[in-house]
Nanobody, 111 residues
């Protein structure tokens, strides 16, 4: 069955960095566009970044220049490198592909 398992979240100070990972299984990873979403308390889930099958990235304006999405088809893993984190980046981050979702990983940005 399809599984998307996120990891790498945690508590970081403003200006800090985190690297999220999403381990995928149960489908042909290389055939699907992959996405990161996030949902903050009281807000709707929003797209953060996505990467196509061939590696072309897209970023929402609020994270462009600070976040980097990448994928490793040999490891069936999606990444999100998050730099210069701001308090407004705090949310549960979800990996998504092929209509499936992971369980999410919490990112907290606070001093």
């Amino acid at each position: 069955q399809v599984q998307l398992v996120e990891s790498g979240g945690g508590l970081v100070q403003p200006g800090g960095s985190l690297r999220l990972s999403c381990a995928a299984s149960g489908f042909t990873f290389s055939r699907y566009d992959m996405s990161w979403y996030r949902q903050a308390p009281g807000k709707e889930r929003e797209l953060v970044a996505e990467v196509t099958r061939v590696g072309s990235p897209y970023y929402v304006a609020s994270v462009k220049g600070r976040f980097t999405i990448s994928r490793d088809s040999a490891k069936n893993t999606l990444y999100l490198q998050m730099d210069s984190l701001k308090p407004e980046d705090a949310a549960v981050y979800y990996c998504s592909a092929a209509g499936y979702w992971g369980q999410g990983t919490q990112v907290t940005v606070s001093s």
